[in-house]
């Protein structure tokens, strides 16, 4: 998948991972897609509830060592 | 688009934390958002947020390394001792601190307001308080709320 930005959030906590998200995605252009990586697990629910809300879409979310890996799609 | 009415109350280390958190949650959803701080709410809203702590006494829940009787957690200094520790486990953590949570809602736009009533029964000076914050009365939060999909007294 292309990525136009990578999004480190490991370590971070609730709702870090989900602000600084937001904050990525706020200087990028429709189509282009936020790779975020994460290590709150708290985040799996929360990326979709984000994406259902704002109209942004998560393309594709996977857990590699437990690290969660998230491809967000800007509206 | 949707808005959120929160009433902070609270100003302990642990009850500063969840209006901070969903003001700027809702506030990164795209929520209009509005935090009225009333009593000690109102120490979220002072410049130096430094002065917040917690207290194990009369709080049986907050997990303690050893088991601690009330008389111990009434001795001096064990306030201060129990802030730090929770101060240290947050940052362990990665949850952020209640200045850059407080930051983040700024930025994005959280309105925050203080309850002019309770300014004046503490008597705190309004350059006490970070800039943009509204003084107002609780006929204005009702404004606010009454128009609010989700109101939160914290």
């Known amino acids: 998948m292309n990525v ?3 999004l ?3 370590g971070l906590n609730c709702p870090l991972p989900i602000l600084k998200t937001k904050k990525s995605l706020a200087d990028m252009s429709t189509g282009q897609v936020l790779k975020v990586i994460s290590t709150d697990a708290g985040s799996v629910k929360d990326m979709q509830a ?11 979310q996977s857990e590699v060592n437990g690290e969660y890996v998230f491809f967000m799609q800007k509206k | 688009m949707k808005k959120m009415g929160i009433i902070a109350t609270k100003g302990t280390l642990d009850m500063a934390y969840p209006p901070l958190i969903l003001a700027s949650t809702a506030a990164a959803l795209g929520w209009d958002v509005q935090v009225f701080c009333t009593f000690y709410g109102l120490d979220l809203l002072r410049k130096d947020l430094s002065g917040i702590r917690i207290s194990p006494l009369a709080n049986p829940a907050m997990p303690m ?6 008389l111990v957690s ?3 200094g064990m306030e201060a001792m129990a802030t730090m520790m929770m101060k240290q486990k947050l940052k362990s953590k990665g949850v952020a601190s209640l200045a850059e949570l407080r930051d983040l809602c700024i930025e994005a736009d959280v309105k925050f307001a203080a309850c002019q009533m309770t300014v004046e029964l503490f008597e705190y000076d309004h350059s006490e308080f970070i800039g943009g914050v509204d003084f107002v009365g609780a006929a204005s939060f009702m404004e606010f709320a009454g128009e609010a999909d989700v109101c939160l007294f914290i």
């Open chain 1, 50 to 60: 984000f994406a259902n809300q704002t109209g942004n879409v998560l393309v594709s």
């Open chain 1, 8 to 10: 480190d959030a490991r």
């Open chain 2, 65 to 70: 390394p050893v088991p601690m009787p009330v």
């Open chain 1, 4 to 6: 136009d930005k990578e």
């Open chain 2, 74 to 76: 009434a001795l001096p």
